[in-house]
C-alpha cells in the first residue's frame, strides 16, 4: 500500500489568538496534515514577501497544497480587498496545479469565533465595547481565557464540533442579505470581506483538516 503523503498547509496569522489556535490545530491533525506558521504575525504582503525571499518557503512552494490566511475583517480593511486579491491570485501560480488559498476570517475580534464553540449567535460587532462584550461572553465559558493563551484557546478549540456547525449557521443567515453562494468562492470571499455582517469562515478549513482524517 502506498504511504499517502500528508497536505503542506502555511498558516499565516495576524493577531496571537489566531496564532495559538493555529498551533492547536497543528496539534491535533499532525496525522493528516503538515501545519507550518512563521514566528511573526503578517498576511498577505507577509506571504508575498516571504515565498519570495525565504527559501523556506520558496523551495517549498511546488509542493505546497494550500495557504491559510487567519485574520479578523474590519470596515477598514474594505479598501484592501483588491490589493490582498491580487496577491491571493500571485501565491496560487506559485504551483503548477494551483495551490489552495483560503481566507479564515472571523468578524471583528477572534473571540467571535470562540464564542461560537458554545453559543449559536450573531450580534453586531464594530465598536470596542462590542468586541470586549464578545470577549466577556467566551470567558463566561471559560473564566481562564485570554487572548493568545495556549491553555485556555485549547480548552475551547476541543469544542470545534459545535463551533463548525454555528459558524455554517453564520454563512447560511446570509444569504436572504445578498450572500452571493454558499461556496468558497472569490466572489463570495469578496462580498464578506467587505461587508459588516457578522460570520466566520474558520469551520471550512477546520471541515477540510476534518475530511482528510476520514
Not at 498577505?44 to 517549498?60: D, G, Q, T, V, W
Not at 480548552?155 to 454563512?171: D, Q, V
Request: hydrophobic fraction near 40%; include cysteine.
Amino acid at each position: 500500500m502506498a504511504r499517502r503523503i500528508k497536505p503542506l498547509i502555511f498558516v499565516f496569522w495576524e493577531g496571537e489568538s489566531e496564532q495559538a489556535y493555529t498551533k492547536y490545530l497543528k496539534s491535533a491533525f499532525e496525522d493528516v496534515a503538515v501545519i507550518r506558521f512563521p514566528s511573526n504575525s503578517g498576511l498577505f504582503l507577509e506571504a508575498k514577501n516571504m515565498f519570495k525571499n525565504s527559501p523556506k518557503y520558496r523551495n517549498n512552494a511546488e509542493v505546497t497544497d494550500e495557504i491559510w490566511f487567519f485574520f479578523d475583517t474590519e470596515l477598514e480593511k474594505a479598501v484592501h480587498w483588491e490589493r490582498n486579491y491580487k496577491i491571493i491570485k500571485e501565491l496560487r501560480k506559485l504551483r503548477k496545479c494551483q495551490i489552495k488559498v483560503r481566507l479564515l476570517m472571523t468578524t471583528a475580534c477572534m473571540e467571535y469565533w470562540m464564542l461560537l464553540h458554545f453559543e449559536r449567535t450573531a450580534p453586531a460587532i464594530a465598536s470596542p465595547a462590542d468586541k470586549e462584550r464578545i470577549k466577556d461572553r467566551v470567558k463566561r465559558c471559560v473564566p481562564f481565557y485570554e487572548k493568545g493563551d495556549y491553555g485556555s484557546t485549547c480548552e475551547i478549540a476541543k469544542h470545534y464540533g459545535t463551533a463548525i456547525e454555528n459558524g455554517k449557521w453564520t454563512l447560511i443567515s446570509l444569504v436572504d442579505d445578498g450572500l452571493p453562494t454558499l461556496e468558497d468562492t472569490d466572489e463570495r470571499n469578496c462580498w464578506l470581506y467587505q461587508g459588516t455582517h457578522t460570520f466566520t469562515t474558520v469551520h471550512e478549513a477546520i471541515e477540510f483538516l476534518i475530511e482528510l482524517k476520514r
